[in-house]
């Protein structure tokens, strides 16, 4: 199995803020790991499985090793969509993460 994109995991605290700031202002968000991963789509059918719905955008990674800092979301190759953490699995070898696209 190839692992060909890159992806880039990143904490946002949604409650945190600037207080030297002159306004409030949620922080930025922090690049906490970036790995080397498998990304396939899930298939229809475990899609309506999972999420009740086809509508879902929903992505399968796997990678080496898992990511021990704790992460609000993650990008695959530098696309601007962002994806949300659905279902954590640590089979033998690898991590495999469900990841389902955020919405706004």
Same mark, same amino acid.
């Given at each position: 199995? !190839?692992?060909?994109? *890159? %992806?880039?995991?990143?904490?946002? #605290?949604? /409650?945190?803020? #600037?207080?030297?700031a002159?306004?409030?202002? %949620? ?7 970036? !790995?080397?991963? /498998?990304?396939?789509? $899930?298939?229809?059918?475990?899609? $309506? +499985?999972l999420?009740? !719905?086809?509508?879902? /955008?929903?992505?399968? %990674?796997?990678? +080496?090793?898992?990511? /021990? ?6 990008? *695959? ?6 994806? !949300?953490?659905?279902?954590c ?8 993460? %469900?990841?389902g696209?955020?919405?706004?």
């Open positions: 199995m !190839r692992k060909t994109q *890159i %992806i880039k995991f990143y904490f946002q #605290d949604e /409650n945190g803020y #600037d207080p030297y002159e306004e409030d202002t %949620i922080t930025s968000p922090k690049l906490v790991a970036q !790995r080397y991963a /498998n990304v396939t789509d $899930v298939g229809t059918n475990r899609l $309506v +499985e999420f009740s !719905r086809l509508d879902q /955008n929903a992505k399968v %990674i796997r990678l +080496e090793s898992p990511v /021990n800092d704790s992460w609000s979301y993650l990008t *695959i190759d530098d696309c601007p969509i962002k994806y !949300r953490l659905e279902i699995r640590k089979p033998l070898k690898g991590t495999t993460l %469900i990841v696209e955020a919405s706004g």
